[in-house]
């Protein structure tokens, strides 16, 4: 027996005698988050509960972090330990499935973990809640997590006697030469997994099963169809009606739907999934979109520049686009012997603008913007609406710079995305600073004094705002720190839209330089910066966030000209005229229907205001005016009216008082 030095974070410490689990370890440091926890990290390595510690042999402390509920690592173990428990339960009913992969989800608003199946026969929607019924007993019966050490040979045997070709095909991948494996305990499953979960089942009581969908083995088309089975799970039954009841709220708000009852934006088959098509009416809140940007980027000193949508593929070789992102590119086409491929990104394209002439400190910064539209090759159980697509267009920017001038850079964008984002009425912005970290297992390029000054950089830019943001330890893009922005919506969704990147690999690789005021080349520093980030999707939310009603500057058809009788229709088109002639968006409906039917119908079409004319309006020459929430409010001029919409329009007004 030794002794174990164990330290609670970096409280509490005592020694006790080995060896011990972690779980009776943490009973000794703190009973109450022992009691809390759902696994640890020890020396920063994740482990179950059970794991057993042992006395490092130069008697060196051992650091124990429990991992809690609430936190982003405690959902990730009780999502995970959840799908094990959803491939039990499948396992069960349905004996002789072969299992695929089973994450948990933490940045997807839509489910919290999947499992990929493919089943004797194939599941339908109402399976699913008979397999919730029996995750439900399983839980119940309050089973043990187990994980177990084994070779690989074992493991390969283990599996391809339980008729599991594809979790030998990843132990034959992934594993090294002991292989983990978790059992839960009197259930029929096994997993190849590295774990950690939770140590029992009990510990899952609130989650519920979603949907089906299709899924190919790793992703790839070429590989065997699969079906996704996706879910939730929260640490409380509070959380998760919570979140069942926001997601109703969402299916209402759902853009697709709103996409097609307002004729904003379509995705039709036959011309390609994961392609949008811009309506007119679509077209005109994109164009105020983009007008509004640039109106901003001028203000700001950008310049616009415009780039092609292919190029030979040996850019994207030295780029190192194809090493590291290669699968998500569409495939090369070749011209004469010259291969090209589609863009994924633009930052290639910004660079040889760049690099176009030689660059001088005085020339800098140089800051190129582009509406970029790119290429991704997704699959298609991946895409979703407006959300996930094919095609889209990045609000891409990308700035040059000397190292002294970067701060000033990103302060200034930090500032920028504030501007932008609470102007289309998102007042809760969460600003993520992801950083390298102590993660030494990532390929981090650029030197420690690069990445501290840059690091340095961009917390000082969030703080000089007084903004309270999360530091993310180890989530850096591997070429530099980033500022990432998540904004809530009106039903408390989180999103993440543009981004804030530092990048030591881009000037590196393309040997971008200026010339200093020693008169010898430096090497630039280089901002990637978007903050819709692809437009498809920042209107995806803003049609959810606005539920189809946008505001006025924004609005489609701002204002429906509704004459009450047909005596009225010359009267309405000349308003109608006059509006639209002050650079109103007007919409007469002239049509031999009930007011109250155009009423309703403009309603529908979510229009700002009705000006409903009838005898009287005519007589006077005035109008009378509805407004699409309060109803009338009240007959006035038409200079009147012109003065107060103008007026909303101007100030880019959330609502219409
Ligand atoms: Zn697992
Ligand atoms: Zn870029």
Redesign the pocket.
Same mark, same amino acid.
């Given at each position: 027996m030794s002794e174990i030095n164990v330290q609670l974070n970096d409280g509490a410490s005592t020694a006790i005698a080995g060896p011990v689990t972690v779980a009776e370890a943490l009973k000794h440091l703190d009973r109450d988050m022992a009691k809390q926890a759902l696994a640890a990290r020890v020396n920063g390595a994740e482990v179950d509960l059970a794991f057993e510690l042992d006395s490092p042999e130069n008697g060196d402390t051992l650091k124990i972090e429990p991992v809690l509920p609430q936190t982003l690592a405690g959902l990730e173990v009780l999502r995970h330990s959840t799908a094990h428990l959803l491939a039990a339960a499948v396992l069960d009913l349905f004996p002789g499935t072969q299992l695929g992969i089973g994450p948990a989800l933490l940045d997807d608003p839509r489910y919290g973990f999947f499992y990929d199946v493919i089943a004797p026969r194939a599941l339908t929607e109402s399976d699913l809640p008979v397999i919730e019924k029996k995750m439900r007993q399983i839980a119940s019966r309050n089973l043990a997590y187990r994980r177990d050490e084994i070779p690989k040979a074992e493991a390969m045997r283990l599996f391809s006697e339980r008729a599991e070709p594809l979790k030998c095909e990843l132990i034959d991948e992934k594993a090294g030469e002991r292989v983990s494996v978790y059992y839960i305990d009197n259930s029929p499953f096994i997993d190849f997994c590295l774990g950690p979960h939770v140590p029992n089942t009990n510990k899952l009581r609130a989650f519920k099963l979603l949907s089906l969908a299709g899924a190919y083995w790793k992703g790839d088309a070429e590989n065997p169809q699969m079906q996704r089975i996706y879910g939730t799970a929260f640490f409380s039954q509070e959380e998760l009606d919570g979140w069942l009841k926001q997601r109703e709220e969402a299916e209402k708000r759902d853009h697709r739907r709103l996409g097609r009852e307002l004729d904003l934006f379509s995705i039709q088959d036959q011309y390609g999934q994961g392609l949008i098509f811009w309506h007119p009416k679509g077209g005109i809140i994109r164009q105020q979109m983009e007008d509004y940007l640039r109106e901003e980027l001028v203000k700001r000193d950008y310049s616009f520049v415009y780039t092609p949508h292919i190029a030979r593929r040996e850019l994207w070789q030295v780029s190192g686009h194809e090493q590291a992102y290669g699968d998500s590119m569409f495939a090369p086409t070749t011209i004469e012997d010259v291969e090209f491929r589609l863009k994924p990104?633009?930052?290639p394209f910004h660079i040889g603008i760049y690099k176009s002439q030689q660059r001088s400190y005085r020339d800098l910064p140089q800051r190129y913007a582009e509406m970029g539209t790119v290429y991704r090759a997704e699959l298609s159980g991946t895409l979703h609406g407006l959300m996930r697509v094919r095609g889209f267009t990045v609000d891409?920017a &990308?700035l040059f710079c000397t190292p002294e001038q970067v701060r000033k850079e990103i302060d200034d964008c930090v500032d920028f995305a504030n501007q932008v984002l609470k102007t289309f009425g998102f007042e809760k912005i969460k600003f993520e600073l992801s950083v390298r970290g102590s993660d030494t297992s990532k390929n981090w390029l650029g030197s420690a004094e690069q990445w501290a000054s840059a690091e340095v950089a961009l917390a000082e830019a969030l703080e000089a705002r007084g903004i309270v943001y999360e530091r993310i330890e180890g989530e850096a893009a591997f070429y530099g720190p980033k500022i990432d922005f998540k904004i809530e919506d009106a039903i408390g969704r989180l999103w993440q839209l543009g981004t804030v990147?530092w990048d030591f690999n881009l000037p590196e690789r393309f040997e971008l330089e200026y010339i200093g005021e020693d008169n010898k080349p430096h090497r630039p520093v280089m901002v &990637?910066r978007a903050l819709f980030g692809s437009i498809e999707r920042f209107f995806g939310v803003l049609i959810e966030h606005y539920a189809g009603a946008f505001p006025m500057w924004l609005a489609p058809v701002q204002v429906a000209v509704l004459p009450i009788t047909d005596r009225v229709n010359d009267y309405a088109t000349s308003v109608a005229a006059e509006l639209r002639q002050s650079g109103l968006r007007v919409l007469p409906n002239l049509r031999s229907e009930k007011i109250g039917a155009k009423i309703r119908d403009s309603q529908m079409q979510k229009v700002p205001f009705m000006l409903v004319l009838g005898d009287r309006e005519l007589e006077q020459q005035q109008v009378a005016v509805r407004e699409r929430i309060k109803g009338d409010i009240g007959v006035m001029s038409l200079e009147e009216f012109k003065a107060m919409a103008h007026g909303l329009i101007e100030s880019r007004a959330l609502a219409n008082t």
């Open positions: 990104m633009n930052c891409d &990308h990147q &990637h």
